[in-house]
């Protein structure tokens, strides 16, 4: 009897899909790490999830949210696609009070974290022809879910030595007619950069100009501790339309909950004219929801967490950036070009030439995580070659533990001159 022949096979796009993700990029190099053989405990400075250390821990008024939610049998139910009201109108409520005109109920879409978000957006603009616009370095996950979308997507550059600025020359030379959206994040992932309102004005003229809305990714919203405010993409929705994702998972310290929104900023209503805001709604008429339980909770979430809880984690950013951006300078071989001022991350640069035996950046971390049992992101992995993406949420003993440890890798690889 012959072999039996199917008509199923694997999926090699998922594989190559799958490669792009923090998760498996991450999972690859922790396979390297054995701490019996190390004796040294793991330090994880590889994602944004400060969430295991007791400084980081939510607000008690975030859980008793949640229990209320719960305890209340109000929620158990199946949610609307785009959210129930309450939230959607919570979520509104916090957005418009940092914007010259209201958002209003119907223009918040409820997704299952920033992730789910960011499929949805994918999938609302794909079509056959068009292209869109990616920073360089950008969040893998855009990356990821680009593989599934009919979408061209080009990159336009952040530059370092101007604070991680947008590249505007670059992206005026990439944009076409065909171009239907330009991604940016503010506070920066991977770069911790915080872009100033002049520069954010320029970007939505050139939005305007080349005819493409904004997708502003503004999950680490208000997480900033430097000298420049955070400003959200859509005070400038009267130029170019902004598509402004959100999440609960950085500002509240709650990645596990998977609960983020889109918000339409566009005070001249063209994404409702050109059926953009349809097509959201019948997108997520399809897909995922949050859990009812805790769009039930967000509400009291909003309301209720005291201010203190969000300047006592700023403060432990600052400190952390503060620290890890003078000790950095310790380490040979290595460049942090520019102080973070928001999110949780910095990119540095890695003189690879100056090493013995180290190729390239997904090397480095990998004979890191090896010898000292020490998780740094891989720059390629976010677009930026023979770069790191280093974390610093972490309490001060494990963060200056973690430099001494990078330190101390990058003297013992360098080369002897």
């Not at 879409?109 to 499929?119: K, P, Q, S």
């Not at 005291?306 to 003078?326: H, Q, R, V």
Request: contains cysteine.
């Amino acid at each position: 009897m012959g072999k039996q022949e199917w008509g199923f096979q694997e999926n090699h796009e998922l594989h190559a899909a799958a490669a792009f993700t923090i998760r498996n990029i991450l999972e690859s190099i922790m396979g390297n790490i054995d701490e019996k053989r190390s004796g040294k405990p793991k330090i994880h400075l590889g994602h944004g999830d400060p969430s295991v250390y007791p400084c980081f821990r939510t607000s008690t008024s975030v859980e008793d949210a949640l229990v209320e939610s719960i305890r209340s049998a109000k929620f158990n139910c199946y949610p609307a696609g785009v959210g129930i009201d309450p939230a959607r109108s919570a979520i509104a409520e916090l957005l418009s009070k940092d914007l010259p005109y209201k958002i209003e109920t119907d223009d918040v879409f409820l997704t299952a974290g920033g992730n789910h978000a960011i499929e949805i957006l994918l999938t609302v603009l794909g079509h056959p022809g068009a292209n869109i616009l990616f920073p360089r370095p950008n969040y893998p996950v855009y990356e990821a879910r680009a593989r599934f979308s009919p979408l061209e997507v080009r990159h336009y550059d952040l530059l370092p030595e101007k604070g991680w600025e947008v590249d505007l020359d670059g992206v005026k030379a990439l944009a076409d007619s065909n171009t239907v959206a330009i991604v940016l994040i503010n506070p920066g992932n991977p770069c911790g950069n915080v872009f100033t309102f002049d520069h954010m004005q320029k970007i939505a003229e050139t939005a305007r100009e080349i005819g493409m809305l904004i997708i502003s990714d503004e999950v680490y919203a208000h997480q900033v501790f430097a000298d420049k405010p955070f400003i959200p993409m859509g005070v400038l929705g009267d130029i170019a339309p902004v598509l402004t994702l959100g999440s609960l998972s950085k500002r509240w310290i709650v990645p596990g909950w998977r609960f983020g929104w889109i918000a339409i900023t566009d005070p001249t209503s063209i994404l409702q004219q050109t059926g953009v805001a349809g097509s959201l709604k019948s997108c997520l008429t399809i897909s995922a929801d949050p859990p009812t339980v805790i769009q039930g909770a967000i509400p009291h979430v909003i309301k209720n967490t005291p201010e203190s809880f969000f300047l006592n984690i700023n403060k432990l950013l600052k400190e952390a950036a503060d620290m890890f951006f003078e000790k950095i300078k310790e380490v040979p071989n290595v460049t942090c070009p520019h102080k973070p001022e928001g999110s949780m991350f910095a990119m540095v640069k890695l003189n690879i030439p100056a090493f013995e035996d180290i190729v390239d950046d997904t090397d480095f971390c990998t004979k890191l995580a090896k010898e000292e049992c020490m998780v740094l992101f891989p720059g390629d992995a976010v677009c930026l070659k023979n770069w790191v993406r280093v974390s610093f949420a972490t309490e001060p003993k494990v963060l200056d533990d973690a430099i001494e440890r990078m330190k101390a890798f990058c003297m013992r690889h360098a080369k002897h001159m």
